[in-house]
């Protein structure tokens, strides 16, 4: 990539966050990072769009009608689209629920907890459209790479960027590459 800061954004869909722990589990790396990259939209930063990109990595699958809007908006920034981690990939934990009918999900929250009784199901039309199945983000979206693990390793994040600042294919160990 060029000699001008390499411009990444990175956003959470139907994620936990653990993916961006991840990445912040490079420690002082970072720092070395930072002399590189900058970065656009991020739960990082205090930025409220993707505007355009060198790398967009994404972290969740896509579980409403929000994850959408903002997984179109990182595809026609970012050049090169990640997905980082099980979620984004494959759906995750959080698509153990594709089992389950939405309505009965709900149900069971908002309605039948103790606490919650005679409560309603939220409606408010500021709240996004919950899907009734979580999506891996490549079938909403081409994804260029896809870097597994939940999350994947810090170290595994450090190469895989760090490849692709040094204009390679990323070429991960496999002992970095693991699905748990
Ligand atoms: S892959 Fe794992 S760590 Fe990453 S967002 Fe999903 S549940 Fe969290």
Redesign the pocket.
């Known amino acids: 990539m060029a000699d001008r800061k390499v411009r990444i954004a990175t956003t959470?869909l139907a994620?936990?966050?653990?993916?961006h722990?991840?990445i912040l589990d490079i420690d002082e790396a970072l720092f070395d990072l930072l002399e590189r990259v900058e970065f656009d939209r991020s739960p990082l930063t205090d930025i409220k769009h993707c505007g355009p990109c060198d790398l967009g990595i994404i972290?969740?699958g896509v579980c409403n009608a929000e994850n959408v809007h903002v997984l179109k908006e990182f595809r026609r920034n970012c050049k090169v689209l990640v997905a980082?981690?099980?979620?984004?990939i494959s759906g995750?934990?959080?698509a153990m629920r594709n089992n389950i009918p939405l309505r009965a999900c709900f149900q069971e929250v908002y309605e039948y907890e103790p606490g919650t009784l005679g409560h309603h199901l939220p409606n408010d039309p500021e709240l996004p459209l919950p899907f009734d199945k979580v999506h891996p983000i490549n079938e909403v979206v081409h994804v260029d790479y896809f870097l597994p693990?939940?999350?994947p390793p810090a170290e595994a994040i450090l190469r895989f960027v760090g490849d692709l600042l040094a204009g390679r294919t990323p070429a991960i160990d496999p002992h970095l590459l693991h699905y748990d």
């Open positions: 959470s994620g936990c966050f653990g993916c722990m991840s972290e969740g980082l981690g099980a979620c984004a995750g934990i959080p693990g939940c999350p």
